[in-house]
């Protein structure tokens, strides 16, 4: 059976930062049959809700930082994602919640400093973890329009 790792807030948790979800009822039901295993390393490392955190391109690399209290709030969502691929060494497929600084897989906004925007085709931390290990990793409503199209 397909292993599936998901961002939880997909399937309906409530972990979104402003304490909803994005459940998704059309791709869970294009999931059906494949094992779903939810993550969420925002909500593990700072609760639900929380402040908004962007992606930040600084001479340290990508990092999160909180738009709250500029703090970098990296290490605890590279921690969770180290350890979760650690848990779940065969996971086959990583979907990912769209323009989310930690899920998004293709689709995340990366700005300067300054706040400038520089990209919004960035990858958040979580997912770069699944890309490092070679796990095949897709947005959600990339998934879905690859099985609609």
Not at 27 to 34: I, Q, R, S, V, Y
Not at 138 to 146: C, M
């Amino acid at each position: 059976m397909e292993r599936v790792a998901i961002s939880a807030c997909l399937l309906g948790e409530i972990c979104r930062y402003d304490g909803t979800s994005n459940k998704n009822e059309a791709l869970l039901h294009a999931l059906e049959g494949k094992e779903l295993i939810g993550f969420c390393p925002e909500d593990f490392a700072f609760g639900t809700p929380r402040p908004t955190m962007d992606l930040v391109q600084s001479s340290a690399g990508v990092r999160a930082i909180s738009n709250k209290t500029g703090e970098d709030l990296s290490y605890p969502v590279i921690a969770y994602a180290e350890d979760f691929f650690k848990k779940h060494p065969d996971i086959d497929l990583f979907i990912g919640k769209d323009r989310s600084p930690s899920c998004g897989v293709c689709s995340a906004k990366c700005y300067d400093e300054k706040k400038m925007l520089l990209s919004t085709g960035a990858t958040g931390l979580m997912a770069l973890e699944a890309k490092k290990r070679g796990i095949k990793a897709v947005d959600a409503e990339v998934y879905l329009s690859n099985i609609k199209g």
